[in-house]
């Protein structure tokens, strides 16, 4: 069956840092994989999207950027985090097929002081 | 392309009650209307969905419809529990785009 991970569950970084989220899928190939951010009590902003290796489609223009590395292997990075990064950042991945059926890994907890 | 409306925002029942949630779609294009549950602090789980070749998708306490004329569909919770407490999403795609979300419903089942 399929598996999506995501790390850290949680993290707390001061205003200016870097960042780099991880997320893994196991147990599928080729998988379309997305990147969304969360706020407090708010809906689901999809941010990247990526139907295979190297190939990113953002969403939404802001200070992350996202790449792909490896074909189950999903990153979001920023050079300098904003206060307005805080939210909860889920990953997801789909059937290279289509865009339904989508599956959302743990999440990533993103607090910027 | 595809925007969602979704209502209510929020939904107080009473435990037993039923539950019902309606989402209405611009692209006559999407044919896939899945929902989402989402616990507080969890993630989103796919609860059930429907493509556009059926009307109507039961499992269990829970059921989808969907009317394609009139675009818009809907999520019956019937004899509510407290469990059932969550935000709920509805969204849309034609397969060819991702997911387009709805803003979600607060659903509070009261004991």
């Known amino acids: 069956s399929q598996t999506i991970h995501q790390w850290p569950a949680t993290l707390v970084q001061p205003v200016g840092s870097p960042l780099s989220l991880e997320c893994t899928v196991e147990?599928?190939?080729?998988?379309?994989l997305y990147w969304y951010r969360q706020a407090a009590g708010r809906g689901l902003q999809l941010l990247f999207y990526s139907v295979g290796i190297g190939q990113i489609s953002s969403e939404v223009p802001q200070n992350l950027s996202a790449s792909r590395p490896q074909d189950r292997q999903f990153i979001l990075s920023s050079k300098k985090l904003l206060l307005s990064d805080s939210g909860f950042y889920l990953c997801?991945?789909?059937?290279?097929?289509?865009?339904?059926?989508?599956?959302f890994g743990p999440g990533t907890r993103l607090t910027v002081t | 392309g595809e925007n969602v409306e979704q209502h209510p925002s929020t939904l107080s029942v009473q435990e037993g009650d039923s539950a019902v949630i309606k989402c209405t779609y611009s692209d006559s294009a999407s044919n896939y209307f899945p929902w989402y549950k989402q616990e507080l602090g969890k993630r989103p789980q796919l609860i059930i969905d429907?493509?556009?070749?059926?009307g109507e998708k039961k499992d269990q306490r829970i059921a989808v419809t969907l009317n394609k004329t009139a675009k818009h569909f809907s999520l019956h919770i019937t004899e509510t529990q407290p469990e059932d407490s969550a935000v709920y999403f509805c969204a849309a795609s034609s397969g060819n785009t991702p997911l387009v979300f709805g803003k979600g419903t607060r659903l509070s089942v009261i004991a």
């Open positions: 147990g599928t190939s080729n998988p379309n």
């Open positions: 997801a991945w789909s059937a290279l097929a289509s865009h339904s059926e989508q599956y």
């Open positions: 429907i493509r556009s070749n059926v």
